[in-house]
């Protein structure tokens, strides 16, 4: 059973730029969502996708946007970064019917200079 | 909106004590939530509790969800190095799958 992994692991950008973060489910898993974890302190969610639909959000800016795949699969992006965007940013897969139940990918330490 | 708290925000214990460390919220919640996390990694499911009064244990680990459903409670017994890490309890805002994280206790053993 593969778990769930993320690329690239760490990521340097300079403000105003873009990026786009990747996230592979755990396998059998359909729902995926994100988190972004600021140094000190708990994950904070972002936004879940199930069926390669949102369908759920967080308290984060439009600017913050995602996909996800026919595979599971999932993407992050985020537009003109800000420097309060440096954190960790975790991606999780469930599955239905315990879709509660998150399995963590490692991160990408995303550093915003 | 909804938190969680923590507390203790972090403590140091010797080797083969027992530790308690708990989660409260203003809010009622339906489920509970425990994780830990190890550095360089992400937070790892330790026990899920669905039912209040519920007591749950996973190893030397116990959980219970409070009667009240406003709080939760994590008990680890003989504590060993590997133990080391932050214990985050999460819960899901009502009518949602919006995950909420809790302030996170972090545990630190003395050998």
């Known amino acids: 059973e593969t778990g769930v992994t993320q690329s690239p692991t760490h990521l340097i950008k300079t403000r105003g730029q873009q990026v786009t973060l990747r996230c592979s489910s755990q396998?059998?898993?359909?729902?995926v969502s994100w988190y972004q974890q600021a140094l000190g302190q708990g994950p904070q969610f972002i936004f879940q996708?199930?069926?390669?639909?949102?369908?759920g959000r967080g308290n984060f800016p439009p600017r913050f946007s995602g996909l996800q795949f026919p595979n599971y699969s999932s993407e992050l992006n985020v537009n003109a970064l800000e420097l309060d965007d440096s954190a960790l940013y975790l991606c999780?897969?469930?599955?239905?019917?315990?879709?509660?139940?998150?399995?963590f990918g490692s991160g990408t330490q995303l550093s915003v200079l | 909106g909804q938190q969680l708290n923590q507390s203790p925000q972090s403590m140091f214990i010797q080797e083969g004590e027992d530790v308690s460390m708990n989660c409260t919220s203003s809010?009622?919640?339906?489920?509970w939530l425990w994780y830990k996390q190890d550095p360089g990694e992400g937070p790892v499911l330790l026990i899920a509790l669905y039912k209040a009064g519920e007591l749950t244990s996973n190893g030397r680990l116990t959980a219970q969800f409070g009667i009240t459903r406003k709080d939760s409670f994590l008990n680890i017994s003989a504590s060993i190095p590997s133990d080391v890490g932050i214990y985050f309890c999460a819960s899901l805002g009502s009518g949602t799958y919006k995950y909420i994280f809790g302030t996170g206790t972090r545990l630190k053993v003395l050998a």
């Open positions: 809010s009622i919640f339906n489920t």
């Open positions: 996708y199930y069926r390669e639909e949102e369908n």
């Open positions: 999780a897969s469930s599955s239905t019917p315990d879709r509660e139940k998150l399995f």
């Open positions: 396998s059998g898993h359909n729902t």
